[in-house]
């Protein structure tokens, strides 16, 4: 009976790929030779040794009902390399276990760390880890969080080191790096935490002081005195928490203000909820008189709701910070001396210091800068650069720590390590560009100020006025004045209308980072390109196949991608990843010999075949260049594949436009914007591309310096600029910008320096934010003018006595209220829905003409 | 119209009690994980606890 489960469950554990021939563990069409696991008395094929070591682990432990329970195959993913398990022997070292190992017992013999997990696909392998570690001896806790992909383990330290268990987790077939969570997760989890703790007693009391509110409101005196004092204190009691607790951060603000001697929102907002709940405590003790717990309960709500929903859009960009650190690996591998070096070690990144020689393999990441002294090699930098063509380098040139070494190994010797490393001075750029804040802002805040101000002192110049007049009447009067006029629906009007503007957006992949960028999005009238590869999908794809000899395209292909199929060149991988699948399999390659920079050779059916610039091809048969060459564009990379009798195939290859590129550039154009397109690539190539999409203002081969001076340049003559870039070398032109807005598909690290992020990578999400911020920035000025004129008619009326303090709140509350219900129209508005769909019908439209072709 | 001078006092009483078995939900992770406790319950162990 359990096999019988078992074996239904199996084969649709493996159904998706073609039932039989699949391997047991991670779903892969299987090769001619297989690797054989005993599951349950019936021998199961698996694809490499790597799966089968991962599958004879699992029933080993006893673990077999993850095959029965697991609902997605594991990401393909091979047992780590001996030397793999080697290196995280170097996470028992003191020195690099002091970040992200803590003592969990006074002794210090419980240690407790969280390790953040790779290759999690579904919930069996989270009972997989589980499992597995909890039998290990002496782990005392393994619980792993299947929303976060994040373990917790506690282990007792003389028992069982943490290299083994790590090195548990990775013969389960899944990635296990240590995560320092003291530093950046647990203190926003915890302000988050209590955030929403405030955010939830305020919204509760104020549910329940309505409660008690609303009968006063409607039985208007015929209620006996007695319980509408009871009524009273209950609404006293249930408010307390809401005044002393939950508004807590905005004394906390209010404090903070008046210490560095200046008057911001927080100052009016604290002496509003302050002083209208003093006087409703003096009401109630008094027995007589308006009492407004209600509305102060729902006044620290709504803003409390705005800060949250602020909060946790800040809370997505500081997450991208985490992956910046982790660019640069923990550890390196120094030779002791060069040339001639016989003894390697693996060291901490941390104790490199300049003129050390350290050896890099192909796939690592690099340490620090330094010089190639040794080796020919390419890497890619594109985290650091937004570069995605592999660089080239030999002895002698420079290397930038953070970029990962593609194809052979090299040794280099060691520059700069620490702060002085390019990668930690583009963050110090990025620190110094976030602490600057833009002009429009600042007025913003000034002209606030001194509203605030003037507010205070009519409020103070109102009490002796009036104390002179009538003393028994002042302080209501005041209080009056104070809770009319406190400017909730002034300071609401704002955050509230950008809180929902970036919840609408966020929705919609687009994630606001600053509280300024909607703003002047709205206002910007210039939308700057930096890079290329924001209008291109920023990788190389096949464009073109030409045959050359009788040879079809699709065998020609087939026979390219065979030779390409083991390579990490972006050219490799496009053309591999141009071939369908199944003509992999067939052909048989072997001796592939791979010339740095130049192309590959191998034997495909006893045939010499060589793949790569046309030069290289060509010293294999000599033969003349072919003519076809000559019609290629310059555009385009040109990749030639021949055998020993002469030429088979030209490919093309490129960087295709990312998708609605072109409808972005008209749109933006037809809103009055003006495009324009900044570069560092090769100026013919920028002006092919700008002439492409109809850009008129366009620069290749920008330094920059020379990005810089052109968006200065622009922003002299009165120009509000937009800049859409995607690398952290551009941090600063993106800072200089008064709006910056990235794309989470290129450096991940831009983020956290840029006002906005397209995290959708699709360039029309840049149509609906600009669409958002211009009918943003009109709610909020409408919600401006709202409070205005709030304030002028109510303002002069309490100032002279005419209202009540009961009236006061009414007014204050509805006022807020109209304030906040028009800011959340722009949760749901239709109108910028209008590119998307048209789009989209574009787009099906192509499709079908495709098809029909 | 009695009542309502226990049923106020008592409302009062309630919303602290859920507030503080709120306060306990929030702070002891029950939130933390939405997802993995229910796909925890029906997996079971192949081989028993030595």
Not at chain 1, 402 to 414: C, F, S
Not at chain 1, 588 to 603: I, T, Y
Not at chain 1, 769 to 797: F, H
Request: charged share 20%; proline share 5%; hydrophobic share 50%.
């Amino acid at each position: 009976m359990m096999s019988t489960i078992a074996d239904t469950a199996f084969s649709a554990a493996s159904a998706p790929a073609k039932a039989g021939r699949a391997c047991f563990h991670c779903g892969l069409p299987l090769p001619a030779k297989s690797y054989q696991v005993l599951v349950e008395g019936v021998a199961r094929d698996t694809c490499c040794r790597g799966c089968q070591a991962v599958a004879q682990t699992i029933i080993d432990n006893g673990l077999a009902s993850y095959y029965r329970h697991r609902s997605v195959l594991p990401q393909s993913q091979p047992a780590s390399p001996r030397d793999m398990l080697d290196r995280l022997r170097l996470y028992d070292l003191p020195e690099i276990q002091r970040g992200f190992v803590h003592d969990a017992d006074a002794a210090g013999q419980v240690k407790e760390a969280a390790l953040l997990l790779d290759g999690i696909t579904c919930a069996a392998c989270v009972w997989l880890i589980e499992q597995r570690l909890a039998r290990l001896e002496g782990v005392h806790e393994a619980a792993v969080n299947y929303a976060t992909r994040r373990a917790r383990v506690r282990w007792d330290g003389r028992r069982i080191a943490l290299s083994e268990i790590l090195r548990a987790v990775a013969a389960l077939g899944y990635g296990a790096q240590p995560y320092d969570s003291a530093r950046s997760d647990d203190a926003l989890k915890r302000e988050r935490r209590s955030m929403l703790w405030r955010l939830f007693v305020a919204g509760f009391g104020m549910m329940q002081v309505m409660m008690y509110a609303v009968p006063a409101y409607i039985a208007d005196g015929d209620m006996t005195a007695d319980l509408e004092q009871l009524m009273r204190i209950a609404s006293l009691v249930l408010t307390l928490p809401v005044v002393t607790w939950a508004a807590a951060p905005f004394y906390a603000g209010a404090w903070r203000e008046l210490k560095a001697r200046r008057v911001g929102m927080d100052v009016p907002v604290a002496l509003g909820i302050i002083a209208a709940f003093a006087a409703s405590v003096y009401a109630t003790v008094r027995g007589d008189g308006p009492v407004y717990f209600d509305s102060v309960a729902m006044f620290v709500f709504l803003l409390l709701g705005a800060r949250y929903l602020e909060m946790s859009a800040r809370a997505r960009a500081a997450q991208a910070q985490e992956r910046l650190v982790r660019l640069t690996p923990a550890v390196a591998e120094r030779l002791d001396t060069f040339p001639g070096s016989a003894r390697r070690e693996e060291v901490p990144v941390a104790v490199l210091r300049p003129g050390d020689y350290v050896a890099i393999r192909p796939g690592a990441a690099i340490p620090a800068d330094g010089t190639v002294v040794e080796g020919v090699s390419s890497v890619d930098e594109s985290l650091l650069t937004g570069e995605s063509r592999a660089v080239p380098k030999r002895a002698g040139d420079m290397l930038t720590g953070g970029a990962v070494n593609l194809n052979g190994p090299l040794t280099i010797r060691v520059e700069r390590v620490g702060h002085d490393t390019v990668l930690a001075g583009i963050v110090r750029l990025m620190d110094r560009a976030q602490t600057e804040k833009p002009e429009i802002a600042r007025l913003a805040d000034r002209v606030a100020r001194w509203f605030v101000g003037g507010l205070l002192v009519l409020a103070a110049v109102v009490a002796v006025v009036w104390y002179v007049i009538d003393p028994a009447r002042a302080f209501w009067i005041t209080i009056a004045v104070l809770v009319v006029s406190c400017p909730c629906a002034l300071s609401l009007a704002t955050p509230a209308a950008l809180t929902a503007a970036t919840g609408t957006l966020y929705r919609r992949g687009v994630l606001v980072t600053r509280g300024h960028a909607l703003e002047t999005l709205a206002a910007a009238t210039h939308f700057v390109f930096d890079k290329t590869g924001t209008l291109t999908e920023g990788r190389m794809a096949l464009i073109g196949v030409i045959p050359l000899t009788g040879e079809e395209r699709e065998r020609c292909l087939a026979l390219a991608a065979r030779l390409e199929s083991r390579s990490e060149h972006p050219i490799g991988r496009a053309i591999v990843a141009a071939a369908p699948p199944e003509v992999h399999d067939g052909i048989a390659v072997c001796d592939v010999r791979n010339v740095p920079s130049q192309g590959l050779e191998g034997s495909v059916s006893g045939r010499r075949l060589r793949i790569g610039t046309p030069g290289f091809v060509a010293a294999l048969h000599g033969r003349a260049l072919p003519e076809e060459l000559l019609f290629v564009s310059d555009e385009v990379t040109v990749v030639a594949l021949g055998d020993e009798r002469g030429w088979l195939a030209l490919f093309t290859l490129g960087d295709p436009l990312r998708r609605r590129a072109r409808l972005l550039v008209r749109e933006l154009k037809a809103l009055g914007k003006t495009v324009c397109l900044l570069s560092g690539d090769r100026a013919a190539r920028v002006a092919h591309l700008a002439h492409e999409l109809g850009i008129k203002t366009a620069r290749g081969a920008a330094t920059p310096q020379h990005k810089l001076e052109f968006v200065r340049a622009l922003q002299q003559r009165g120009a509000v600029v937009a800049m859409i870039g995607d690398g952290v070398n551009d941090a600063p032109v993106l800072a200089q910008a008064q709006v910056s807005i990235a794309l989470a598909s290129g450096t991940r690290l831009a983020q956290t320096s840029a006002d906005m992020v397209l995290m959708s990578e699709r360039l029309d999400a840049l149509l609906t934010a600009v669409r958002v911020a211009r009918q943003t920035l009109r709610v909020i000025r409408q919600n401006l003018a709202w409070a205005v004129v709030y304030n002028a008619v109510a303002l002069p009326l309490a100032v002279m006595g005419y209202v009540t303090p009961l009236a006061a709140g009414i007014g204050m509350s509805a006022s807020s209220l109209a304030v906040v219900l028009n800011a959340l129209r722009l949760l749901r508005s239709p109108e910028h829905e209008s590119v998307a769909n048209r789009s989209s019908i574009i787009a099906l439209a192509f499709k079908k003409t495709n098809k029909n072709n | 119209m009695d009542i309502l001078y226990l049923l106020i006092p008592l409302s009062v009483v309630l919303v602290f009690v859920i507030g503080t078995v709120f306060w306990w939900a929030v702070h002891s992770g029950q939130f933390d994980d939405l997802e993995g406790p229910a796909h925890r319950v029906v997996m079971d162990d192949d081989r028993p606890h030595e």
